[in-house]
């Protein structure tokens, strides 16, 4: 059974830009979390998707923003870039409510 | 809100030498908990869980039990081994699944 798949690995963007990462979920599982870790914050929850649907937010600006599609697979935008977005973004999935599998994580710098 | 606070290390062990890592939560309820373990450049994996009093999640020599007179869910190894080294997070399931981690715990073992 493939794991949590995300894509792309790593990303360097500049100050202004937007991003686009996506994760594809363990097939079947339709929640999807999308967490960042940080060394100075930690890790922090973003948001979730079930079935579509965003079920629970996290305490990001609304530059973060996120959609799941109809195959469960999910994307996270960024919008506008600070320096301080640079992190490694780490996607989650779960049946339903439980245990969360985790991607390997996207390494996004900006510079 | 809820959450855990994990002793933050580093923690560093020769090989063979017993392991504890403390965690503690703060919950309304009684919510599920978790151990995760990272290694260097990886996501986080699943390493045990408990989901309700009392039970005792254990995989790979790690045990934890959930104790709801102290609040607390302590991972413990009799006998550590170079490759457990990583980091270590404690972690409450507070909303659906918004999971809360604690900050972290550095582990070396050396040889």
């Known amino acids: 059974k493939a794991g949590v798949t995300q894509t792309p690995r790593y990303l360097i963007k500049t100050r202004g830009q937007q991003v686009t990462l996506s994760c594809s979920p363990i097939?079947?599982?339709?929640?999807v979390s999308w967490y960042q870790q940080t060394p100075g914050q930690g890790l922090q929850f973003l948001f979730e998707?079930?079935?579509?649907?965003?079920?629970n937010k996290g305490n990001f600006p609304g530059r973060f923003s996120g959609r799941q599609f109809s195959n469960s697979r999910s994307e996270m935008n960024v919008s506008t870039l600070e320096l301080g977005d640079s992190a490694l973004y780490l996607c989650?999935?779960?049946?339903?409510?439980?245990?969360?599998?985790f991607g390997q994580g996207t390494r996004l710098t900006v510079v | 809100g809820d959450s855990v606070t994990q002793m933050e290390g580093p923690v560093t062990l020769s090989e063979e030498a017993f392991l504890t890592i403390n965690c503690t939560y703060t919950?309304?309820?009684?919510?599920?908990l978790f151990w995760y373990v990272q290694y260097p450049g990886e996501g986080l994996q699943l390493l045990l869980k408990?989901?309700?009093?009392?039970d005792k999640g254990s995989n790979k020599g790690f045990e934890a039990t959930y104790r709801k007179e102290t609040t607390s869910f302590h991972l413990e190894k009799g006998s550590v081994q170079v490759s457990d080294s990583a980091v270590y997070f404690c972690?409450?399931?507070?909303?659906?699944?918004?999971?809360?981690f604690g900050a972290g715990t550095r582990l070396t073992v050396k040889p």
């Open positions: 989650a999935s779960s049946l339903n409510r439980g245990e969360a599998f």
């Open positions: 097939s079947g599982h339709r929640s």
């Open positions: 998707y079930f079935s579509e649907t965003q079920r």
């Open positions: 919950a309304t309820g009684y919510p599920s």
């Open positions: 408990a989901t309700k009093a009392d």
């Open positions: 972690a409450l399931l507070y909303n659906n699944n918004d999971m809360r």
